[in-house]
């Protein structure tokens, strides 16, 4: 949960590119920068095995473009984080992760932003495969489901 914070914190303050470790680069972003028109970059996950935990496509937080520093939408982001921090008795912790700062929490906030009229450009999987691939079966989420405070004994 502090990566996630930790890299929303860094893309609002410097701006730039962010992939998660578990990525492999195909070719150089460059010309992602040019797709952008100026907004914020995000992929809509169609054809990943999560796609089945949720009812359609998802926005991970895998990958963002953030063209400039202190973009509104990463502003937006990081007032949403406080709101969501907080975890009831009842949670388990990997639907709390999910939606306070994981990727959840990141459509919720693109949802809110657009409502208000915020502009944010997603591109599907097909689009964006070619510059990296997401390897998501090294993912937290698929080695652990449960922390110890979930397990019922």
Request: glycine share 6%; charged share 20%; with cysteine.
């Amino acid at each position: 949960m502090k990566i996630d914070l930790g890299k929303y914190v860094i893309l609002h303050h410097y701006g730039g590119f962010y992939v998660d470790m578990d990525t492999i680069p195909h070719k150089g972003f460059a010309p992602l920068t040019l797709l952008s028109a100026g907004l914020p970059i995000m992929e809509v996950v169609s054809d990943d095995w999560r796609t089945k935990m949720y009812a359609s496509t998802f926005i991970n937080n895998h990958f963002f473009y953030v063209p400039y520093p202190h973009d509104p939408f990463m502003t937006y982001v990081l007032s949403r984080v406080p709101y969501a921090a907080d975890r009831p008795f009842y949670k388990f912790m990997i639907d709390h992760i999910l939606r306070s700062i994981g990727p959840m929490f990141i459509m919720n906030c693109y949802d809110a932003y657009k409502t208000q009229g915020g502009k944010v450009t997603l591109y599907t999987s097909d689009i964006i495969r070619p510059y990296f691939t997401h390897e998501g079966h090294v993912s937290w989420l698929a080695k652990k489901w449960f922390d110890t405070q979930d397990k019922i004994t």
